[in-house]
Structures are given as C-alpha cells and as structure tokens.
C-alpha cells in the first residue's frame, strides 16, 4: 500500500542527516515552507548545504535556519534581499559559503537533476566571470557555457493540495521552484494546506505527478513569512 | 534651466518604442513605471521571472494575496488570461527566446552593447545576480531605461564597462533622462534629445563618443 502520508512535521524531517544537501521551495516568501523548515530547526540537523532562490528574511524560516548555524552552504541567485540580514552578516564574516547561480541557471540546474541529465549547454553567463572556469562550447556560432545538474538528499516544499499518492497543485507564484525540487531530491517532503481524498484532484490540473513526492504532511492554516516579519517575530 | 525628462517621462518614451502585441519583462525600478504608460491602441502582456504571463497592476492593501508576487517579490495582481507556471518553464520563455522586450536598469552600458547591473565587483559587497543574466542572453530585444549619469554626474553610458558585465554586446536602445541611443555596431547613436536638451549636453555627459542624429 502506498503510504506517504504524516501526522506531523517533526516526523516527517526527523532523518535528515548533518551534512545533507536539502532543496527548499519558494521563492521569496511566496511558496516557502515554513513549518518544514521550523521543524528541521526543532531537529538541529547541522552543516547542511542548502538549495533556495534566496537566503531567507528576517528571523524566521530559511534566515532563522541559517541564523541557528546549521547551513554551511548556501546555492543561490539572491542572496540579499531588502529583508535579508542574517546572511549577509555571515557572509561578510566569512561563516558561511556562497554558490552564487543565475536563476534560470538554478531552475534548470535542478530541472536537469529530476529528468536525468547530467549537464546542459546555456547562453547565461556568457562573457561574465561567473563563466569563469567552466567548458565553453560553440553550438551554431554561438558559445555557451556547460553547468551540472543539482541534486539533493532531500527536497521541503509547499503546495495547496495533495491527495494520498502525493499528486499536488500549488496556488499562483507560491509554484516557483517547487515543483522542480520534487523531482531532483532523493526524498521530497511536501506541507500541503489541504490533504483530499484520491479522486478529488482533477488528473487533469494535477501539476506535480504523485511519482516525485514521498512524505506529505497537513498544514492546514500555514503562516506567511511577511507576516512573521511584520509582527516581529523570530523562530524559535 | 531644463534638465530633461522625468522618470514618468522616460517610461513613457520607452513604452513607445514596444510594439503593440508584446511580451514583456520588465527589471525593478524605473522599469517598472513602462506598465503605466501603454500607448493607446497597445496591448502588452507582462512577465515575471517569478512565474506568471498576465501581471497586473499592484493590489490595494487589503486586497493583496499573499501567494501573488512579482519577481521584486512585491505583491500584484493577476489579469484576466493570465497563466501561472514553475521556474523552468519561465526561463524557458526567457532563454527560449519567446519574451520580446525586455527594458532593464543598469549601473553601466556600454558602446558595445555590454552591460552591467549586477556587482560593483567590490572586496566584501555580497553578489546577487537573480534572473538578469538569463534575461540578457535570452530575450529578443534588451532595452535600458536609466539616468544618463551617477549621481555623482559620472556618466554611465561609457566606452567600456569597469564593473562585472551581466552579458556582453546585448543592449540594442537605452533610454535615459537627456536622450534615446541606439548600440550600433559605429558605436553610440543619438535617436532622440529630450525637450531643451542639446547634443553637445548629451555627449558631455557620456564616456564614449556618440553619433548626431542623421
């Protein structure tokens, strides 16, 4: 019987070992799991290496993960965002790693990882130093540079909706890297808002295939990064 | 004394020069104000990197929802036939070559076409590149809107960029707060001079020569 379903987050991230790289969904606030994340500061799981668009805000969810000291790498586009201090500090105290990636770099990096490619040919940063050091090929005239797939032990990600067998649909650009994420780690864990029953989903709306998930867990009323921040909040 | 167009007015300008049917990126700042100055008879269709085709205008306060962000990760609205989509499938649209213009800030540009908008490349300073170099590389038109000097009045138009580029020889038009210049391949070319502006104001506050208007 196919049983992903879990009663709380604690036990659902309770296996993440030290020194595991972890995906993490979102973009911004919008799409990030916090409760997941939370968790894994309740767990303590330490030198983590860590898969974000960003480096979290304020005091809570990615930032407070980061401030607990459990991340000593972070792979991402945008590092610093208007709300970001906790990272920044580190990174100039040289506490903490940077893999600085382009965007679509880093959508596609893990894209690759989920179908099974080892690595692809891009136009994005041709020309740059973040070009630095890696294999330049011509295609056609035109030069592009060869980046790796990104891989992950496991994956913490937001949706709307998950039945049991892990099928899910997100809310508007709460989306972002989610879906991808699901498929590029080893175990992807999913917080949904609302867990229906098989059947309840429409086949055809279904945006992540229940293949790629392995642990869902009800959040059924989820907070919001902004409004942790606009009330001052910090975790734990 | 007249010093030239206003941010609103620059946008403005810029929205001119998208064909109608467009679709759309637009950077953070100055380039968000395009949105504001469709011209009639246009229609745009708006990208973010973010995830959507479709963005709308920001909501009122009470009215924002908080899964509905723009890639400057500021709450917007959605129009009627927008279309929501992962990170792959936006860059995609990006790198693909399927977004049409893309009108940018930047730090500098340069007589080449090279710009520079992500680092100062300085000891200590945290880089943050975000999608900008996708956008360069990828999408069919890369204009910028910018104030043609610093605020320090070094110009930002120069012979070659001092500062990390984001991509080389990609910017075909720049619009600043003196003047709309053309990259072609002879260099800086005047298109147009804003209202009381001459063109020897123009190339005086410019690091590279520029060619008058035909």
């Known amino acids: ?236 | 004394m007249n010093t030239g167009w206003t941010r609103d007015q620059m946008a403005a300008r810029a929205a001119q020069d998208i064909p109608d049917g467009s679709y759309v990126n637009l950077g953070i700042g100055i380039p968000e104000l395009v949105a504001r100055f469709v011209p009639e008879g246009r229609e745009f269709i708006y990208h973010t990197e973010n995830g959507m085709l479709g963005m709308g205008p920001p909501p009122a306060e009470e009215e924002r929802d908080l899964d509905l962000m723009n890639a400057g990760k500021k709450y917007v609205t959605a129009v009627p036939g927008a279309a929501y989509f992962h990170h792959a499938d936006s860059f995609c649209m990006i790198r693909g070559g399927h977004i049409d213009v893309c009108v940018l800030g930047t730090m500098q540009v340069a007589a080449n076409g090279d710009i520079a908008n992500w680092s100062t490349g300085a000891p200590g300073a945290i880089p943050a590149v975000g999608g900008a170099m996708d956008l360069v590389q990828g999408v069919k038109h890369i204009y910028v809107i910018t104030q043609h000097t610093t605020r320090h009045g070094d110009p930002k138009l120069v012979d070659r960029c001092s500062y990390p580029l984001t991509g080389p020889g990609v910017v075909s038009r720049i619009f600043t707060d003196l003047a709309v210049v053309d990259v072609t391949p002879d260099g800086f070319q005047l298109i147009e001079l804003a209202p009381g502006i001459s063109f020897e104001e123009v190339q005086a506050r410019t690091g590279a020569p520029i060619l008058p208007m035909a």
């Not at chain 1, 409760?35 to 990615?62: F, R, S």
């Not at chain 1, 797939?149 to 496991?154: I, R, T, V």
């Not at chain 1, 709306?205 to 293949?211: E, F, L, Q, R």
Request: net charge negative; hydrophobic share 40%; charged share 20%.
């Open chain 1, 1 to 236: 019987m196919i049983k992903k379903k879990y009663t709380s987050v604690s036990s659902a991230v309770a296996d993440i070992p030290d020194g595991a790289t972890v995906m993490i969904g979102g973009f911004g606030a919008s799409g990030s799991p916090i409760e997941l994340i939370h968790a894994l500061i309740d767990q303590g799981a330490k030198n983590l290496t860590v898969i974000n668009n960003n480096t979290g805000n304020g005091e809570v969810g990615l930032a407070a993960l980061i401030g607990n000291g459990q991340v000593k790498k972070m792979i991402c586009s945008f590092p610093k965002s208007s709300q970001s201090r906790v990272f920044p500090k580190l990174y100039q105290d040289g506490l903490i790693e940077l893999e600085l990636v382009p965007q679509g770099t880093l959508a596609e990096r893990i894209r690759a990882a989920g179908a099974g490619i080892p690595a692809f040919y891009t136009p994005t940063t041709v020309g740059t130093v973040l070009a630095e050091g890696k294999e330049i090929r011509k295609f056609d005239g035109r030069e592009y540079v060869m980046e790796p797939w990104l891989q992950a032990d496991f994956a913490l990600v937001k949706c709307e909706v998950s039945d049991p067998f892990g099928n899910l649909t997100y809310n508007k650009t709460a989306r972002n890297f989610n879906p991808l994420m699901c498929t590029a780690a080893t175990t992807t864990i999913v917080q949904t808002r609302k867990l229906v029953a098989a059947g309840d989903i429409d086949p055809e709306t279904v945006i992540t295939p229940g293949i790629f998930v392995d642990r869902i867990v009800e959040v059924p009323e989820p907070v919001h990064e902004d409004i942790l921040i606009a009330a001052g909040r910090s975790y734990p």
